[in-house]
């Protein structure tokens, strides 16, 4: 099956495509009575190009070395030579007989054969030119293995100048291939990867030359040896990390917060399409070791661990993963055997029969952990807070509903969070948290025993059920709140316990108390930063960022610094314990910018996972109480904490800077730039002194060294409120109003509360008026403020008696008489776009592409597509992604969809599955929505001031034109196979047999589906990024866009 992983492949495949499905309407055409037109001209060009590609691709196989190309390149050849006779064949039979059926099966199955055939070559060369990168990495792998053979200065000169070249021809050619990718994710790992191994490479020499002059200066290297041992393995699991990407070819979208379900029925197919590849490896002793089938083994192995660490059943699990490592271990040994030649030794011929059962029973084991998994209706909760309290919100909606205590499970973890996150928090949040978490918790007991008692549906338990909701969301606001108050507090100062480390490391020897302090300061620091790794870790968790890519991002730098961290300590160790080794220090300082580096990193995510101002003002608020403290610190006349609370004051104030001026440099709109930093002027540096601070710091020293002096206390309040009013500006500039409704729509109201009320203006005199209904709402529901409700047209006065018309002089004019031909005219259709959404069909569990194309319907419907374009487009590939799971024969009724999509109705849309021109169509359709989602993300993009949401934007929208370039030839494949399974009768007598097989077109099939959910997951992201980006659009620029909320018909 076609494969997308570099542009090269796509380039190639994409026109292939376009000629195959000409191919496929003529053949469709000509099955409706038409006669074939003559092919010989077009069949002929096709032929002189394949043999110009056969002979290319041999003049390949002879000057290649790679084993594995000269066994995997010729099959594919000889397909596109059979591919191509068979259209040459077709093309004489047609010009003799142009309704002649066997003929028309010939083309159609060298159309295929053309495409699958260039596909499978073009991918066996791709996979050559991996392998050469692959060596190289091993190369650098194994001058890393012999860094404990260098003991010697002369040892290292010469390790440093043959590691060098190796090392540099592996970052060009990685990066070479990083940028021919075409999988986003795939490109950011091997970006990331070798980005540390560039930056762990100065490191790794420094630390062997400490290991080296400790050594030679006779004392104990041992800690030496453990910082070296730690940076080889370090970059040998990056080099392993960019060898692991280098051979990826698909990615799933979502499959980071995935169901269940979904994820181990993807790996499920995974497992039965490289089952016969592992298992013809097994059967041939010769087989070489990295082919094809070695490499469907081990996905085989990767795709039964996924399907383990998803089992509801402990049992499962443990079993899969038992035998999956026996597998291992038995393929290395076999792997030994065939590498020295005795692949044919009885030994082998055992051990491979023994793998081979072993992976049927695997399979088996996985089948049934997949239905014990589903059969038990078990889900796992959210990863995130939100997500959690998601699942429990639409568990209370529904109390009577059995989830399988998901709900219950999900509401219970939001609890535990907050009680984690109580535990660290100050005293007034700590118990109003903590409060929340108990009353919460309470609720959901009470409502878990009457569903347990059968009374979910109850009027109680509703009640009891919209309480719970509304506790769950003051608990998910409260749990933000505490962790931004967390993220203030923790990250006021990131960097003094590793000044104290290194201070504390070269204390002169002899000193009193040397090796206490150093002992303290070391604990100190490593306490420091486990704690911020853990706050930004629970900010990730349950901070409400909604960026994927961000939270992942926490996750994986917070893993760094852990990771980091005792490193650090043994290099300030190994300095404390000879302080005159120069080759020390700068191993120490070169860990400590690491260190830095990443915690500055680690900084720099936190705040673009909570809000600025929020954050601010909770540095406010402590600057507030530090400010209490300084005042009782002066009346009890006690310098040391005078001065202990104003620095904290101060670092609180230049936290306020770098929020401040990150929010400046992210932004593009100079009102908004000159707005925050004339705040800022403040509180700015000026020659490296801060204005505003420095006077409060002095201040406060002039108090510490006479707390009794009235002068110096008035002084020190003085410069401390022009700080905080400093601090205050600086919070107003900062604070944007998001022009977003943030409040979700409040429930639905007790009929009761629907009155009829009369406008004041009719509520006397003899008229005639249509009542007005009116609802009393939820004040905190006020509609979007960025695109604000139309006021209702005036009330018109209403009709008065005759009379008092002649008292401004004349009786009314007479109205026209009715006329009897004239219609009158249609009102204008209502502004809804309700038609589309009552033609799109429910899914169905079977229907993995309807589910795909209703979760972006359900994404768009939020919003009005009035004044939006990105959502019209949105709704429309939706909608073109359902009539496309009709036509990849996937059952459902399609009534009135095409009406809604502007199509014609065709006869072959009952639910059976459709015509190859129209799946063919569909999809064209569908890429050309594509890229025009994309377009009108990208002129988003360009009007938004804001250079991260800009970022993200541009990031998942870029990413689609490729998705809808691969349906279309995905597409093109599989309407080859429609109805081509059966042989058709030859003239003859005798029957052609097709080499398309049902287990080819399941292949084929899957490979649809999965990349009609990617596409559908990142036209969803886009949707999402798109909504954050249009709060911050240059205002002008002209350009509009509008995000209404649709709102339920009791709010309107």
Known sequence: MPVFHTKTIESILEPVAQQVSRLVILHEEAEDGNAMPDLARPVQTVKLAVDNLVKVGYDTINS??????????????????????????????????????????????????????????????????????????????????????????????????????????????????????????????????????????????????????????????????????????????????????????????????????????????????????????????AALIGSLGDKALHQVLDDARKIAERCTNPADRDQILKTVGDIESMVDALCELRQLGKGDSPQAMSLAREIQKKLGDLQNMTNVAIANTERSGIRRPAPTVDGKVEQARTWLANPGMDDKGLGEQATRLVVSEGRKIANSCPEPMRKELLRLCD???????????????????????????????????????????????????????????????????????????????????????????????????????????????????????????????????????????????????????????????????????VDEAVDSSALIKAEEEGIMRDTERVEDAIQMKDPPRIGAHASNIARRANRVLQVAQQEAENSEDPKYVDHVNQAASNLRANLGVVESIAPMVQGAKGVSMNPADTNAQQNWRKANQTLIDAVRDVRGAVTVDAGVDQFPPPPPPDLSELKISVPDQFADGPIMYQPQATLHQDPLYQGQSCAPLVPPPPVPPPPQEYGFYGRDGGAPPRPPLPNDNATPPRPPPPETDDEDEAAFPTPQANQPIMMAAHALHMEAKQWSSKDNDIIAAAKKMALLMAKLSQLVRIPFDFKGLNSVLGLKESPVLGGEGGSKKDLIATAKSIAESSEEVTRLAKKLAAECTDKQMRKNLLQVCERIPTIGTQLKILSTVKATMLGAQEPIPAPDGSEIECESSSKEDQEATEMLVGNAQNLMQAVKETVRAAEAASIKIRVDSGYTIRWLRRRPWYTS
């Open 439 to 605: 009353e919460t918790e309470i609720l959901t007991n009470q409502l878990a025993d009457l569903i347990r008692n059968g009374q979910g549906n109850s009027p109680q338990a509703r009640a009891i059920a919209n309480h719970l909701s509304e506790k769950l969301f003051q608990l998910k606001n409260k749990i933000k709140e505490a962790l931004i108050n967390q993220v203030a507090e923790d990250f006021i100062d990131i960097s003094t316990p590793l000044k104290h480390l290194s201070e504390a490391s070269i204390v002169p020897i002899g000193t009193p108390g040397r090796d206490q302090n150093f002992a303290e300061k070391s604990q100190n620091f490593e306490g420091h930063a486990n704690k911020l790794a853990d706050t930004a870790k629970m900010v990730a968790t349950a901070g409400g960022c909604r960026n994927k890519k961000t939270v992942e991002e926490i996750f994986k730098t917070s893993a760094q610094v852990d990771d980091l961290t005792p490193q650090v300590t043994t290099a300030a160790k190994i300095v404390f314990q000879d302080p005159g080794n120069q080759a020390a220090q700068e191993h120490f300082d070169l860990m400590k910018k690491r260190w830095m580096d990443n915690m500055e990193r680690l900084r720099g995510l």
């Open 64 to 285: 290649s070395e790679d084993q594995i190309l000269k066994q995997d390149m010729p099959p594919a050849l000889n397909r596109v030579e059979e591919a191509s006779l068979l259209l040459l064949q077709a093309s004489e039979m047609l010009r003799a007989d142009p309704f002649s059926a066997p003929a028309r099966k010939k083309l159609i199955e060298g159309s295929r054969g053309i495409l699958q055939g260039t596909s499978s070559l073009l991918l066996a060369f791709d996979e050559s030119e991996v392998r050469k990168i692959i060596r190289v990495c091993k190369n650098v792998l194994e001058y890393l293995a012999i860094t404990e053979v260098v003991e010697r200065m002369e040892d290292l000169v010469t390790y440093v100048r043959n590691l060098t070249p190796v090392l540099t021809r592996m970052t060009k050619e990685v990066d070479a291939r990083e940028k021919e990718l075409t999988h986003q994710v795939h490109r950011e790992m091997l970006v990331r990867s070798l980005e540390q191994v560039k930056n762990l490479t100065p490191v790794l020499i420094s630390g062997i030359k400490t290991f080296i002059t400790v050594k030679d200066s006779g004392k104990n290297p041992q800690d030496t040896q453990a910082n070296r041992d730690y940076l080889v393995r370090k970059m040998s699991d990056e080099i392993h990390e960019i060898i692991r990407v280098l051979q990826l070819t698909t990615y799933d979208e979502e499959e980071w917060d995935a169901d269940d379900i979904t994820v181990m029925k993807k790996a499920q197919s995974g497992i039965e399409q490289k089952m016969k590849q592992a298992t013809d490896w097994l059967q041939d002793p």
